[in-house]
């Protein structure tokens, strides 16, 4: 499962963390704006696959498809992907919604898992730590921001989260889900003054914060932090 889950951290990396606002607007008015972010991908995948990159993926008859194929292939499929979400919007045959980012990103995560060769000497699920806690770092900060604000821009029709507000969330986020990373259990008592001082901070309007926001940011960074516990610590 090492291949897979660097491929998640590469996609995930890519296509939250390292889009900037300045990508995702040239990516909806031209195609070079999908190429520069699917060479990004390419690049980021490329790094964190390295120690994989020349070995062997799969092998098909007597053809040998090594990590270098197989990561321009995925990088291929990402850009068919992602230029045909972007002609549907632009065409406006499916508005830019929740359920268009929760398919696109399935899509992704499809072509990840079919495309990752896996060991059937060892068919845990779980690849190797670090790249596993990365993994959840990054679904708990940047990942789950554009979620929530999608669903924010779906139900309350919310405009994308100032940088403040933006920040913010992501701070509190990282600092819920990393109590469960600690050894023992002293820290569940920390974790609860912690959520109380959001709550607080939310009571008090020091920063405007939707409940939809306050509580969703909760529930995703304690489950991702539940999570991340199993896998670092069994």
């Known amino acids: 499962m ?3 889950w660097r491929l998640v951290l590469s996609h995930l990396l890519s296509d939250f963390t390292l889009q900037t606002n300045w990508i995702n607007q040239i990516k909806r008015s031209s ?29 098909i008859g007597g053809l040998k498809l090594n990590g270098y194929f197989m ?15 972007v ?22 995560f499809y072509f990840i898992y079919i495309f990752s060769p896996f060991n059937d000497i060892n068919p845990s699920f779980r690849g190797e730590k670090i790249i596993m806690v990365l993994t959840f770092l990054v679904l708990v900060s940047h990942t789950t921001t554009i979620f929530i604000y999608y669903l924010e821009k779906d139900l309350k029709g919310l405009p994308f989260p100032g940088f403040d507000q933006k920040y913010l969330m992501i701070f509190e986020r990282i600092v819920i889900w990393a109590f469960f990373i600690m050894s023992g259990w002293w820290w569940i008592l920390f974790l ?3 959520i109380f001082q959001l709550y607080y901070i939310k009571s008090k309007k020091i920063l405007d914060i939707s409940d939809l926001n306050f509580y969703l940011s909760i529930i995703i960074a304690v ?4 999570i991340t516990r199993y896998c670092y610590y069994l």
Request: one cysteine or more; proline letters at 1%; hydrophobic letters at 55%.
């Open 87 to 108: 002609y549907i919007i632009n065409k406006r045959i499916y508005n830019d919604n929740t359920i268009s980012f929760l398919l696109d990103q399935f899509l992704h």
């Open 192 to 194: 609860v003054l912690w």
């Open 71 to 85: 990561i321009f292939l995925i990088c291929l499929i990402h850009f068919s992907i992602d230029q045909l979400r």
């Open 31 to 59: 195609v070079k704006g999908v190429i520069i972010h699917v060479f990004i991908h390419l690049i980021v995948t490329s790094l964190i696959l390295m120690p994989y990159i020349e070995s062997t993926w799969f092998r």
């Open 223 to 226: 489950v991702f932090g539940l």
């Open 2 to 4: 090492e291949i897979f």
